[in-house]
């Protein structure tokens, strides 16, 4: 039997990183175009631990899982944000 897709509401994986970094400059670029994000394992990674946990999880909504994509395979996205303005 096929599983039902997901609601819009419900959290999917949009990528796992191996680098906290990365993790996180992905997480401000969803979060600068208004797209909520979920980041798990990070505390796990940055003590030494990301290949036990299978490296830094980040989720979205179902619903804003493609418009997640296509900024994360934009090169000129990371480009385009004033990151002195960011809200860290």
């Known amino acids: 039997m096929a599983s039902a897709p ?4 419900e959290l999917v994986l949009l990528e796992t990183f191996s680098d906290a970094t990365q993790a996180h400059m992905a997480r401000g670029l969803l979060d600068t ?3 909520p994000s979920v980041m798990l ?3 796990m ?10 490296g830094i999880k980040l989720k979205v909504r179902a619903a804003d899982l493609t418009s997640a994509k ?7 996205a990371f480009e385009e944000i004033n990151w002195n303005e960011q809200d860290w």
């Open 70 to 76: 296509a900024l994360l395979v934009d090169p000129m």
């Open 45 to 54: 990674a940055e003590s030494g631990l990301i290949d036990a946990v299978g």
């Open 33 to 35: 175009n208004g797209i």
């Open 41 to 43: 394992d990070a505390a």
């Open 6 to 9: 997901p609601r819009s509401d």
